[in-house]
């Protein structure tokens, strides 16, 4: 089992900055490929950024790029995904979530999911 907390979800104004965190704990962090997606009230649960386990290869949702970047620390089993130039419509729940397999992340086949943290942009 993977356990994933997230936290630094709030509320920013349009143009702003986040920077959202999730710590692992259980099996061995590093082992993983990470992704953070994100739902909005009444959408479905959409792909934001994936890493692999070694940091060196990421994927972005188009809407996305050049905006947010996601990285790791595996020696504080954490994954990051800061996010600049916020928009109204980045407004979602964000989600942290884990496979063993990087492609596994990016089409959404997830082995496990943290409990979400709220990200808020007004405009």
């Known amino acids: 089992q993977v356990q994933l907390v997230e936290s630094g979800g709030g509320l920013v104004q349009a143009g702003g900055s986040l920077r959202l965190s999730c710590a692992a704990s259980?099996?061995?962090?590093?082992?993983?490929?990470m992704g953070w997606f994100r739902q909005a009230p009444g959408q479905e649960r959409d792909f934001v950024a994936a890493?692999?386990?070694?940091?060196?290869?990421?994927h972005y949702f188009d809407s996305v790029k050049g905006r947010f970047t996601i990285s790791r620390d595996n020696a504080k089993s954490t994954v990051y995904l800061q996010m600049n130039s916020l928009k109204p419509e980045d407004t979602a729940v964000y989600y942290c979530?884990?496979?063993?397999?990087?492609?596994?992340?990016?089409?959404?086949?997830?082995?496990?999911w943290g409990q979400g943290t709220q990200v808020t942009v007004s405009s």
């Open positions: 890493i692999n386990w070694s940091g060196d290869s990421t």
């Open positions: 979530a884990a496979d063993l397999t990087y492609g596994a992340v990016v089409v959404g086949e997830i082995s496990y």
């Open positions: 259980g099996r061995t962090f590093s082992r993983y490929a």
